[in-house]
């Protein structure tokens, strides 16, 4: 099974993706996700300069094979262009082999554990009514898990906060990338975050009682002691997990963080590699594992990093914010249906604009996602759509302190 094509495809049906189009000779064809928010162009040319060459000609079956051909072959090993690069190859070659076979990709992965993968919606406001509403608004979407994001009195606009009220128009969203042509700046002060949040965690309860599972990122802004001093105060209102509470790079301050507090722990969505986590889940220092399939080198990867979790006692909780687009969404959803150690998914609808694009089959029904029992992934590629919509520059917010400097966003 030769592939014969393997095409790149930039679109912007109102933010931009990144897809791989992988064909064989008996005229299959795969998809796989390779986004990176604001450094598309990077994983762009890394496919079409470096690895499609490498794919033409190559047996579409061998996926094992073709993924430590592209991770070792490059000698560069880990970060997130070349991962993304790899896991796209890798999404596209599963989407085929389940295709071949006739069956969802669930299904080759060892089939369901489970009838639907429990998914969580982000609600957020930027004072206490409007996060009422928004939360209001994701139970009567079926949402059965909500993450909280607020407002921080004295500061402007923050990480994770919808910019117009629930409601007020066709859809309630937060979308950090935006196309202006330097990044947009945000102010931000730790201490006036953690003097507000457990309030909010107190009202949530309040207003809509202790069973809702409730989840809150931190986005990486806190010390491993402020973020400690969180953790302890949140644990009266029994969060389903705190993530991203201190930059992921610094391994050892989960270790202290973990020491003050029983709040579970959540980490990892900019990780690529199983080696990021070898001592988070060696010392058993988180609870769920935050990586994208997108970002860690696809299918193959990532079932084996939820494996090594699962040995750690630890469960999935997959990235699925709207920068992962469908194909990289629908990867996930199988491996969500077929890991044991599955524990939630992040789930931020795409807008109809993008799903013109990419034309899905996973529905979501009381809570839950289900990928479909469409062979492969289950996602296809409307070519025609997708060149309408022309790549558009656009960048993450950059974040400072009041006096200046630069802090983690
Ligand atoms: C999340 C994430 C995202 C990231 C985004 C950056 O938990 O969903 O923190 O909102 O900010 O993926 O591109
Ligand atoms: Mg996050």
Redesign the pocket.
């Known amino acids: 099974m030769r592939i014969t094509a393997a095409d790149v495809v930039v679109t912007c049906p109102g933010r931009n993706f990144v897809t791989l189009r992988v064909t064989t000779e008996d005229g299959l064809v795969g998809l796989g996700d390779a986004t990176l928010n604001g450094r598309e162009l990077a994983v762009a040319s890394y496919l079409a300069d470096h690895v499609v060459p490498l794919l033409l000609g190559r047996d579409a079956r061998a996926v094992e094979d073709t993924w430590q051909y592209l991770y070792r072959g490059a000698y560069w090993r880990r970060g997130p262009v070349t991962m993304a690069a790899i896991a796209a190859v890798d999404t596209a070659l599963w989407d085929i082999k389940a295709k071949a076979a006739g069956m969802p990709l669930y299904e080759l992965l060892g089939g369901a554990c489970r009838v639907g993968a429990l998914a969580y919606g982000h609600a957020s406001g930027r004072d206490l009514p409007e996060l009422f509403d928004s939360i209001r608004l994701h139970l009567e979407r079926g949402f059965r898990a909500i993450r909280v994001q607020t407002g921080v009195p004295g500061l402007g606009t923050v990480y994770g906060v919808a910019s117009s009220a629930a409601g007020g128009g066709d859809r309630y969203d937060y979308e950090p990338a935006r196309p202006t042509a330097l990044p947009v700046e945000e102010v931000w002060d730790t201490r006036a975050y953690l003097r507000h949040l457990p309030g909010v965690f107190e009202a949530v309860r309040h207003e809509f009682g202790p069973e809702l599972p409730l989840l809150h990122?931190g986005?990486h802004r806190m010390t491993p002691i402020e973020a400690a001093r969180l953790g302890k105060a949140l644990e009266p209102y029994d969060l389903f997990w705190l993530?991203?509470a201190t930059p992921g790079e610094d391994q050892a301050a989960l270790r202290l963080i973990r020491q003050h507090t029983t709040t579970p722990l959540a980490i990892g969505?900019v990780f690529n590699s199983v080696h990021d986590y070898t001592t988070l889940l060696g010392e058993r220092l988180i609870d769920y594992v935050?990586s994208a399939v997108t970002h860690t080198g696809g299918v193959t990867a990532m079932r084996k990093l939820l494996d090594y979790a699962a040995v750690h006692g630890a469960r999935s909780g997959l990235h699925g914010p709207t920068d992962i687009s469908p194909v990289g969404m629908a990867a996930a959803l199988h491996l969500d249906l077929a890991v044991h150690n599955f524990g939630i998914q992040e789930y931020m609808p795409h807008t109809a604009r993008t799903l013109e694009v990419f034309r899905t089959s996973y529905t979501f029904t009381a809570g839950l996602l289900h990928p479909s029992d469409a062979p492969g992934l289950g996602v296809e590629l409307d070519l025609d759509a997708a060149a309408r919509f022309p790549y558009r520059a656009a960048y993450l917010p950059v974040n400072r302190l009041a006096d200046g400097t630069v802090h983690d966003w």
Do not use: I, Y
């Open positions: 990122d986005h993530e991203d969505e935050r």
